[in-house]
Each structure stands twice: as C-alpha cells, then as structure tokens.
C-alpha cells in the first residue's frame, strides 16, 4: 500500500505517494525525473547515488523512500540555482575532476557533506571521508585537487571578511 | 527491488507489539543491511516494522557510574562523532569510523549493527573489548545482557519475540587503560573487516598490569582471548612477549573460511593482526 509523506526536495516541499519497497533513489529518478544521482552498485559501496538528507550524505539506494518524511533532501540539481554552478562544481571543472562523469553527481555531493562537516579538511580528511566514492577513470587526484580548491577559496573569503 | 509492505508505530511500545502480532516480519531501522540482503534475494519480507517514527532512541549519554548509554538508533557516525565517546571511550569512536563509508555510517544505527549479528563487523569486536551490555525491550520491560551473551551466532542472536534493542551500555573503563581497534581488510579499504582486533591495556611502565584482547570477523562471534590475557599480565610488550602472543591466538583461535579469506590463512593473520594491535595499544593508544 502506497504511503503519502511529506518532505523537502531540493528546497521545495512535496507530497509524495510511494509504494513501502521503493527506495529514495527510485523515487528520485522515476517520479519526480531527479536523474543526477545514478544507481551504480546499488548496495551502497560505489557513491553515485549520494545525496543529502538533512546535509548529511546518504546512499539513496540504501533508503527506503519513506524514510524521507519530514527531512530535507538535497541532490546534484539542488547544490546551484539553475544555469549556474556551485563552487564545487566549478572546482572540480577547472582540475577536470571528472573523464566519464557518471560518479561525479555522487562525489559532487559526498563534497558538499564533508564541507558541512569538516569545512577545513586537510588532505588527509579529505581523502578519508570520500574513500567511499569510487572513480573508475581513476580521477581521484584531480579530484582532491578540487577540494583543497574549494576549501582554500572559502578559508581565504573568511579571511578576508575578518580583516574587513 | 522486491514486495514487501511495512509498518510505521510511532512508539516503542507499539513496534514491539507490532513484532509480537507478526512473528515472522523483522525490525528496520537504517536499513543498511537489511536492504542489501532483500536485493540480493538471500531475505524476503513480506513485512518490516520501520522504527524511523520512533522519537528519543538515538540520544547518547555519559554518566560517571553507569558510563556511556547509547540509544538504539544512534547512527554510527553520530557515535564517531560525539565527543562523550571520543573523551571516555575512544576505541569505540574509531571502530564506528572505519566501518564502510560516510553513507553507510549516516545510515546505520548501533541497535542495527548488533542485532544483525554479522560477525564481519566492526563496533561489536569493541563493544564486547569493552564489556558492552545490550538493553532488550519490549512494551512492558527491560533486560540486560552482556553484549558477549547476546551475539550466539552468524545472524543468530538472543532476541525473544517483540523484544527489540533499546540500547547499548558501555561501563566506564576506569582510570589507566589505554585501547585500540585494529581493523584489517583484504578487499578494498572500505570492505567489512577480514579480521579485527580490539585490545584494552592498563600498563605500569612498562609491564602489563592487565589486558583484554578480543578478536573479532574470523569466528562466529567475537573471540575473547582470556589466555592471551594472562599470559600477558607482569610481561613487558617486547618482541618476545609479542611473538608469543601472535603463536597463542594463531593456536587459540578457531576461523572460518569466508569470502575474506580462508581459515588458514585468517588463522595467521589473527595473530599478527594481534601482535600490531597490542603495539599500537602501547605505543600510540588513546590513555583513560
């Protein structure tokens, strides 16, 4: 039987009708064509389904879709208005973060939580909390490249706001 | 992913009832495994009992006497990161950390892990280190149980019908101990354990005063090496000491052959594995 829940997608409050088996990922792609996050393994091990719920990053395909009542999601179409980029996303477009682009919604995202959580990761952080996130081009330096990017860029606004 | 229905109680009470009227549907609450084993066709439900409207069961709590209380839907990434565990009980803090990924961790709760009884798993080598007791509930009452008497098998555990785990206790450790986790993986970095060691030692200079050294992801349930324990009890940690130690867990120790590796080969490295944990205990582990 199909449970109606209310939640918070990408800012935007929706009432959802979904079925007790399906999970966050299929309703973000069949029902409401959120098709950024991408099933890869489907067991929560690869990262390209990562999105936000309540800024923590999740695996959608590991969350039972009700499970999203009353939370705050955030998917790869949420992190920017649309026509622009977020930093991380330009970040990882100038160190070209990315060949074949299929994990990168979920790194994109797994990066927007670790900056929530440890807005000035060393490297050493970095590479811990997206060990999860698996790149098969095997861009993962020019990945970490971005990061350090988008944390040097925001300490040195912080910086900079201080001394203003 | 296949059929099942679910049912949502919005308390305690009414989820343990909930498990009673159907014997056969099972508890979930992040979901990390269960979801996997219903993917994978290995568990099919016709029915669960989710716990996500249940309010109040993911509070952790540190008091003096009784020490840590972690309630049963606690994520592990809410226990990594709460400073109580990270200042009283800091090898709990990183057996939590180096399970799977950030997701996963976000996802899976405490009560989820030790019920699941998966024997290649981090926090329930520690938890059983430390002492651990699992609060068991149902509508009308509690019992404890050392975490150590709770896990009897692979999946197996001593949950009666409608009980369900509340939480998890850990007793404070007391002053002078120092621990470590030490995790080994034989697939990727992120993979559940191959074999894990959690070792716990009170130290007078040199000398041991007294240790506990639990293994854990090679037998059914995590393996206590009481006679490990007092072997090592007036022994200095030299290359001595500790090459007997890694032939006595090699000897003492009973593995299965898995996925991660066979019994032979889970047999040597649990000694070694063993041997480094108890060097790292000494040397770098966090002092309480």
Redesign the interface.
């Known amino acids: ?1 199909k ?1 109606l829940i209310s939640t918070t997608i990408n800012g935007r409050e929706r009432e959802l009708a979904v ?5 966050l990922l ?1 309703v973000l792609r069949e029902d409401l064509q959120l098709t950024g996050a991408v099933e890869g393994c ?4 690869c ?1 390209s389904c ?1 999105v936000l ?1 309540d800024g ?4 959608s395909c ?3 879709a ?2 999203v ?1 009353g939370r705050s999601v955030t998917t790869i179409e949420g992190v920017a208005p649309a026509g622009q980029l977020s930093a991380v996303q330009q970040a990882f477009l100038h160190r070209q973060a990315f060949q074949c682009g299929f994990c990168t919604p979920g790194m994109i995202m ?1 990066v927007e ?1 670790l900056l929530r959580d440890h807005p000035g990761a060393g490297e050493a952080q970095i590479r811990d ?1 997206l ?3 698996l790149c098969r081009c095997g861009t993962y330096s020019a990945v970490i490249d971005a990061v350090k990017d988008v944390i040097a860029e925001v300490g040195a606004a912080r910086d900079k706001a201080s001394a203003g | ?6 049912l ?1 109680p919005e308390s305690f009470a009414a989820a343990s009832a909930a498990l009673l009227e159907h014997p056969e549907a099972k508890a ?1 609450a992040g ?2 495994a269960l ?2 084993l219903i ?2 066709g290995v568990y099919v439900p016709e029915l ?1 009992v ?1 716990l ?1 409207k249940i309010r109040g069961m993911a509070d952790i709590t540190w008091d003096a006497a009784s020490g840590l209380r972690v309630g049963a839907l606690a994520s592990l ?1 809410d226990i990594e990161r709460s400073p109580l565990v990270r200042e009283h009980l800091p090898m709990l803090a990183e057996a939590c950390h180096v399970v ?5 961790r ?2 899976a709760t405490i009560g989820g892990n030790v019920s699941h009884g998966d024997y290649q798993s981090d926090p329930p080598t520690a938890l059983v280190a430390l002492g651990a007791v699992v609060e068991l509930s149902t509508a009308t009452g509690t019992r404890e149980l050392l975490l150590a008497d709770f896990l009897l098998g692979p999946y197996e555990t001593a949950l009666e019908p409608g009980e369900l785990v509340s939480a998890v206790r850990v007793p404070p450790p007391g002053a002078g101990w120092r621990s470590a986790y030490l995790k080994f993986t034989t697939r ?3 993979d559940r354990p191959a074999v894990g060691v959690a070792t716990l030692l009170r130290l007078d200079g040199e000398t041991v005063r007294e240790a506990r050294l639990v293994v854990g992801a090679v037998t059914v349930t995590p393996s206590r090496m009481t006679d490990v324990e007092s072997y090592l009890g007036g022994r200095s940690l030299d290359a001595g000491t500790l090459a007997e130690v890694g032939r006595m867990v090699s000897a003492g120790i009973q593995p299965i052959d898995d996925i991660r590796g066979s019994a032979a080969y889970k047999r040597r490295l649990a000694g070694v594995q063993a041997e480094r944990a108890l060097e790292l205990c000494s040397t770098m582990g966090a002092a309480r």
């Open positions: 039987m449970q079925a007790p088996n399906r999970t299929e489907g067991v929560g091990q990262g990562t719920i923590r990053p999740v695996s590991l969350t039972l009700t499970n009542e797994a939580g909390y060990s999860g996130n | 992913m296949r059929r099942f229905e679910l949502e979930i979901g990390t979801l996997i993917k994978h669960l989710n996500r990434n799977a990924n950030i997701r996963i976000n996802l990727s970095s992120e």
